[in-house]
């Protein structure tokens, strides 16, 4: 069966363009990129053009840009950089929203004595600017801000919160993790610090990553060892991930209009027939500040889990929670920092698309889901009792 995929934000495909581009770094251009000899040579040259590519998607100076694993090791290196940069100050500012990769490592961290700031948001998601202005003081080492949310979209207005840690001498990293490729990034134009972009999030493949680092920044390398990246981070590339990535990150420049146009109008419409069709239905998160590829809706009285199973029948692959949530049913953190209720919270179901989305998956999904939440609903003892008292009433 042909998966009917909108679960973007979990993980893309690949992108065929890049596939074949780094085909030849595994077998045929195998060198390693520190060799002296013409063989590595010719591999250090694409992973120059690679740093280029990254760059010119965000607007940064190739220098700035040093490849990392993962999303995940980038937001750990931001943090743990800026900690070792200033050791006399024990205070760090984050939210309530962030990934697990920036909130477990806060959670480690405060065991380890820092003091964490975790910024409540409002029922949209929003943060409060005020709040953040108040929670910044002398001892905050860093500042970290999800740009994109990876369960509703919601964007965080980062780069006025940059400025305002700038005027106090404090730094601010963003896990740009979902946004980069989906919205426009100007890095030569803002005061961001760091900022962290995982690879197989925009079509290039898993076990790659970037973390910005803004010139003039001070920065002490996470990872330790050979001299790769300028001694920021050793560690043998891996060159046909970069190479990938290089790639992706010129096609996603070259989409971004499509996925501004094209794919948000499959998303609109997708979340426009959803809420229409099935009552006690709403939408997670502030829909006018949002990614264009993202929805996260809530179908009350309903468990995402069997959503999730029904629509696997017919192929379709969406997401309850984030990704790295979802195995537990708990209601995600995102769902409750927002203050969603309990028996909305449940039923929330992520969908998030990509250019290689079609109308025709669009409008499978609006004839499927439909039915299979209204049978869901008439096996649940709480949308028998809610609809009771809503007729009572
Ligand atoms: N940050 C955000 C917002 C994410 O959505 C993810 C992955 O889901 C990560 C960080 C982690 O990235 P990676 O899977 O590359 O470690």
């Known amino acids: 069966m042909r998966p009917i995929y909108l679960d973007n934000n979990a993980t893309t495909r690949v992108a065929p363009e890049v596939l074949e581009t780094m085909l030849p770094y595994f077998d045929r251009l195998y060198g390693n990129p520190s060799s002296m000899h013409f063989f590595g040579g010719q591999v250090a040259r694409k992973i120059r053009e690679a740093r280029a590519q990254v760059a010119a998607l965000i607007g940064a100076q190739p220098e700035e840009i040093l490849f990392t694993s993962c999303g995940t090791e980038s937001d750990n290196a931001a943090i743990r950089s800026a900690l070792a940069a200033n050791p006399q100050k024990r205070h760090i500012v984050t939210s309530r929203v962030e990934h697990p990769a920036i909130r477990a490592l806060c959670a480690h961290l405060a065991g380890e004595?820092?003091?964490?700031?975790?910024?409540?948001?409002?029922?949209?998601?929003?943060?409060?600017?005020?709040?953040?202005?108040?929670?910044?003081?002398?001892?905050?080492a860093v500042v970290s801000l999800m740009w994109a949310n990876n369960e509703t979209g919601v964007l965080f207005p980062v780069q006025r919160a940059a400025e305002l840690a700038r005027e106090r001498g404090i730094p601010l990293h963003t896990d740009a993790v979902q946004a980069v490729g989906k919205i426009p990034i100007a890095m030569q134009a803002n005061a961001i610090n760091m900022l962290s972009i995982s690879g197989h999030k925009l079509h290039a493949p898993k076990g790659v990553g970037v973390l910005y680092v803004r010139k003039g920044t001070r920065f002490s390398p996470f990872l330790i060892g050979g001299h790769q990246e300028k001694e920021r981070r050793g560690g043998t590339e891996n060159t046909p991930g970069i190479i990938g990535l290089g790639k992706a990150c010129e096609l996603a420049a070259q989409n971004m209009e499509t996925e501004n146009t094209r794919v948000k109008q499959l998303r609109d419409k997708l979340e426009n027939e959803l809420l229409a069709r099935i009552p006690s239905s709403r939408v997670n998160?502030?829909?006018?500040?949002?990614?264009?590829?993202?929805?996260?809706?809530?179908?009350?009285?309903?468990?995402?889990?069997?959503?999730?199973?029904?629509?696997?029948?017919?192929?379709?692959?969406?997401?309850?929670?984030?990704?790295?949530?979802?195995?537990?049913?708990q209601p995600s953190h995102v769902l409750r920092a927002m203050g969603v209720p309990f028996t909305m919270a449940h039923g929330s179901i992520r969908f998030s698309l990509s250019i290689y989305n079609t109308e025709e998956e669009i409008d499978l999904v609006i004839d499927k889901l439909p039915p299979i939440i209204e049978k869901l609903r008439s096996l649940s003892p709480f949308w028998k009792r809610g609809q009771a008292v809503c007729q009572g009433s």
């Open 113 to 140: 004595g820092y003091r964490v700031t975790e910024l409540p948001v409002d029922s949209e998601g929003r943060m409060d600017m005020h709040l953040y202005e108040r929670s910044l003081t002398r001892d905050t």
């Open 285 to 329: 998160g502030d829909r006018s500040q949002r990614l264009p590829n993202t929805t996260n809706i809530s179908f009350e009285f309903v468990e995402g889990e069997g959503i999730l199973l029904m629509m696997d029948e017919f192929g379709i692959c969406a997401s309850s929670g984030s990704a790295c949530t979802s195995g537990s049913l």
